[in-house]
T-cell receptor, first 110, second 116 residues
Framework: EDQVTQSPEALRLQEGESSSLNCSYTVSGLRGLFWYRQDPGKGPEFLFT???AGEEKEKERLKATLTKKESFLHITAPKPEDSATYLC???????????FGKGNQVVVIP | DTGVSQDPRHKITKRGQNVTFRCDPI?????LYWYRQTLGQGPEFLTYFQNEAQLEKSRLLSDRFSAERPKGSFSTLEIQRTEQGDSAMYLC??????????????FGPGTRLLVL
């Protein structure tokens, strides 16, 4: 069964203080690893898809990287509007469902 | 371009009542998924459709839950004889996929259910 573990569960950052979120996964053949952002009371908003080890993707202050066992979401010089829960999910070979972690809750303090 | 829409956004019901939720996917998306999310947890897969065919159901989906996607467009999720443990956010997602090609699932705003 595909499994995802995210750490830390919660993180408080000062505005401008860069940090990284970790997503460790076990899957029987990776079709894709996905990062979503979720604001309170809303549905997950798609950020990135990574397909193979070594791949990197960037969007504004966010950068996602992938190895064979884990993915990192780097937040560079965060702003208060980056406060959210970041969800990591994997899709394994032969599966169409996504398996999610519990999320990294990030609060950026002005 | 409209995204995935869900209706209602909030539902309060009494234990034992039936409820039905609707999801309208992004147009031309052939796959539609239902997930459930409780507080502090990530979404959990419930079921998915490719066009009008329901291809997979999670063991989380008890016989009180039923989903349909008539004509391969919108979908409904019905919960019969609701229980307090059914209280959660019900999320719908859609994607455009063919064969084993890579796909991205886009989520709707969710329906928050509270069972009293």
């Amino acid at each position: 069964e595909d499994q995802v573990t995210q750490s830390p569960e919660a993180l408080r950052l000062q505005e401008g203080e860069s940090s990284s979120l970790n997503c460790s996964y076990t899957v029987s053949g990776l079709r894709g690893l996905f990062w979503y952002r979720q604001d309170p009371g809303k549905g997950p908003e798609f950020l990135f898809t990574l397909y193979s080890a070594g791949e990197e993707k960037e969007k504004e202050r966010l950068k996602a990287t992938l190895t064979k066992k884990e993915s990192f979401l780097h937040i560079t010089a965060p702003k208060p509007e980056d406060s959210a829960t970041y969800l990591c999910a994997v899709q394994g070979n032969g599966n169409n469902r996504l398996a999610f972690g519990k999320g990294n809750q990030v609060v950026v303090i002005p | 371009d409209t995204g995935v829409s869900q209706d209602p956004r909030h539902k309060i019901t009494k234990r034992g009542q039936n409820v039905t939720f609707r999801c309208d996917p992004i147009s031309e998306h052939n796959r539609l998924y239902w997930y459930r999310q409780t507080l502090g947890q990530g979404p959990e897969f419930l079921t998915y459709f490719q066009n009008e065919a329901q291809l997979e159901k999670s063991r989380l989906l008890s016989d009180r839950f039923s989903a349909e996607r008539p004509k391969g467009s919108f979908s409904t999720l019905e919960i019969q004889r609701t229980e307090q443990g059914d209280s959660a956010m019900y999320l719908c997602a859609s994607s455009r996929a063919a064969g084993t090609l890579q796909e991205t699932q886009y989520f709707g705003p969710g329906t928050r259910l509270l069972v009293l």
